[in-house]
């Protein structure tokens, strides 16, 4: 068993990975006769030709941190937004080896997309449930490929 | 001067205008080893062939409640997520005209997504300021239509 301790979440230490959704340093400027900031294109839904994005809510529930298998989505993005203010963990990988994971702590008010391919875990909330926002991809093909880990990783709060 | 009351949001009432993306009363099923439950696809982000799907994060302030113009996107649409929980208020009509306009009372776990095309007047919070993400299209061609109203509607609380 290996373990695994989180990082804060920023953009530079996901870049590999994905795009942090956030405010905090972002481009924006103001619309609406100046009643409204517009923090612009934080990320970009990636659903190839044939694809198109869906929105869904996800209703995350608390659940152990050893984890035993990652996934991945070929073709296409795949982003998460908390709709509650609670932190939650963010688990991406370069490859689905034990020890190239890296475990994020995502506030309440950070989200993620996923690129396309990146291996991650599924959903992992710390507070007993949590809703987000996903923005991912509908359309022909096969876009989900699990792994299972050949060792299991805790992770280390 | 016209005055406009809210009504509660409901799927059925916002049907001509776009999707409601709410749980409540959503179709579901559960993933991620029974510790996920997803609604999925409460929308679809049309964004043409031409277009992107991109996620943005509006911050809207309180402004006043007399309403003098709506717009709308032509090529794609538009879909505002809370992310935090209060009420905020929805105008849509079929035709800018001020005796067509209808106002709706969403709560914080409430979205919409316009369709393409619908007019609609620019976000309307009812608290001091209040995020949305925001997932609309980004791509070529024009995709902003504004139009004034030739009188006023207040919105009467």
């Known amino acids: 068993m290996i373990t695994l301790a989180p990082e804060p979440l920023t953009r530079a230490a996901f870049a590999p990975f994905g795009d942090v959704i956030e ?8 619309i609406n006769e100046g009643t409204t900031t ?3 294109a934080l990320t970009e839904a990636a659903t190839g030709p044939e694809g198109t994005a869906i929105l ?8 152990p941190l050893t984890l035993t298998m990652m996934e991945r989505h070929p073709l296409g993005s795949q982003a998460f937004m908390p709709l509650s203010d ?6 991406v ?3 689905p080896e034990p020890s190239a994971l890296r475990c994020f702590r ?14 991650h875990h599924p959903l992992l909330v710390l507070c007993a449930q949590q809703d987000f926002l996903v923005v991912d991809r509908q359309g ?3 876009n989900l490929e699990e792994r299972m880990l050949s060792a299991a990783v805790e992770i280390e709060m």
């Open 23 to 30: 405010t905090a340093g972002a481009a924006h400027f103001v």
């Open 38 to 40: 517009r923090f612009h």
């Open 56 to 63: 869904s809510i996800f209703r995350g529930r608390r659940r």
């Open 86 to 91: 609670e932190d939650w963990l963010v688990v």
């Open 93 to 95: 990988a370069p490859s």
């Open 106 to 119: 995502a506030t309440g008010d950070q989200g993620v997309s996923y690129f396309s391919g990146i291996w």
């Open 140 to 142: 022909p093909g096969e």
